[in-house]
């Protein structure tokens, strides 16, 4: 048997996602229609012999997240449990906490998946992979090639080209190691928590002289990519598997956009019912576009490419929409127009209004380029960027709003540019 952990992290985290993660736990932000969440999920219960999803975080347990995996567990008819932590401990701590649950009925191995990244999810490919190429007990990281520059915002992994063994890891280095980077999904078996114990033991030695009042979860604290990989790298037990499909790290709300677009087009291939498309009185559908059955949207209404329309979304006449996420309740009166942006629960954009941002796609001239993870300013001034709108945000009629961000609860009455809007 199989199991899934998937690590959702908590609220302390996802700080470069706000305004939005004000509303919702990131995990539970939508991409293509369903909670980002939820795309790991499907993936999860799609293989053979999946009998048990574990969510590990330090969300508290909210009614949101208890509603939706009731919904998830009906739906995809797997067992999923949410397992909280008493703090933040680290991809390998949450799991080494937690051991006695993922080894709970004898799995012979489990995948790990970081819930902030965008992928295909080659599960399937990655166990037949490792029942191929690697011993008994050895682990999988998913790699993908990125450009020279960007590898040094991943972790780097160093192969042996013949038996695809990782010989050296490194974690975000300050010079070039590889273009080899980890995806954030790992295949493992039940060894890996003899690795992990070893550097647990390791921290609580170290710390055997200091205060006792956190030892605990300092012993605990232990990060896969920083403590487990470079240990493990060279020592003949930890493999690499590379996927040549999409993949992006959720990082920031521009990120979010692109990695709805992704999903989107692979929607072509798995949820082809889940796009919209032209038909008599529908509005005029261009590229992969979703909407939701409850939004009202007039027949003269332009949408697309890569636009997400969620639920009670009303969209006037003459409305253009073009590379956007527009969530519950908003509205788009006569004749707005939305370029690159998320416009948020609830708000509301008036008549000939323009809403527009700067797309932060990677370059599309690189084959390995990713979304680069750009600061929130640069050299004093807001990095140009997508515009979001939090939730219950009013533009007013005939005003322009460019590469900003709009907090909660605001009532704007005139233009704004290159502003974060309190």
Not at 373 to 395: H, M, Q
Request: charged share 15%.
């Amino acid at each position: 048997m199989l199991k899934a952990v998937i690590l959702i992290g908590g609220p302390h985290k996802g700080t470069r996602f706000r305004p939005l993660s004000f509303e919702v736990p990131k995990p539970l932000f939508p991409l293509a229609g369903v909670p980002m969440l939820q795309h790991h999920i499907e993936a999860c219960a799609k293989v053979a012999n999946m009998k048990e999803i574990l969510l590990i975080g330090f969300y508290q347990p909210n009614e949101e997240l208890t509603r939706f995996l009731t919904n998830a567990q009906q739906e995809f008819k797997i067992s999923i449990r949410y397992f909280q932590e008493y703090a933040a401990l680290g991809t390998g701590g949450g799991i080494y906490h937690f051991r006695d649950q993922i080894l709970s009925g004898s799995p012979e191995a489990f995948f790990v998946m970081n819930v902030d990244v965008c992928s295909e999810f080659p599960l399937p490919e990655m166990l037949n992979f490792q029942k191929e190429h690697g011993e008994a007990g050895s682990f999988v990281i998913l790699g993908t090639t990125a450009n020279k520059k960007q590898s040094l915002n991943y972790g780097c992994i160093v192969e042996n080209q013949e038996t695809n063994k990782v010989l050296h890891y490194v974690e975000k280095p300050s010079t070039f190691v590889s273009d080899l980077i980890n995806c954030g999904i790992y295949m493992f078996t039940p060894d890996i928590f003899q690795h992990i114990g070893a550097i647990f033991q390791k921290n609580q030695h170290n710390i055997l002289f200091e205060e006792p009042s956190n030892c605990r979860h300092r012993a605990e604290a232990i990060r896969l990519e920083q403590d487990v990989f470079p240990a493990l790298a060279g020592q003949g037990k930890l493999y690499v598997y590379k996927t040549l499909s999409f993949w992006s790290q959720i990082k920031t709300a521009g990120s979010a956009i692109y990695a709805s677009h992704l999903y989107l087009n692979q929607y072509r291939k798995v949820h082809p019912t889940r796009l919209a498309s032209n038909k008599g009185s529908s509005p005029q559908i261009s590229g992969d576009v979703y909407i939701h059955p409850t939004a009202s949207i007039d027949p003269t209404a332009v949408l697309g490419p890569n636009v997400s329309i969620g639920p009670r979304v009303t969209i006037g006449a003459g409305v253009r929409v073009r590379e956007s996420i527009i969530l519950h309740g908003a509205t788009l009166q006569d004749h707005s127009c939305v370029l690159n942006c998320i416009v948020g629960w609830d708000s509301t954009i008036g008549k000939w209004a323009r809403v527009e941002g700067t797309p932060s796609n990677p370059n599309p001239n690189d084959p390995y380029a990713k979304i680069d993870s750009e600061t929130l300013f640069r050299d004093g001034k807001l990095t140009p960027s997508i515009t979001v709108l939090g939730c219950n945000v009013a533009i007013p009629a005939e005003v322009i709003i460019l590469n900003s961000i709009v907090l909660p609860h605001k009532d704007l009455n005139c233009s704004f540019k290159n502003q974060i809007i309190l």
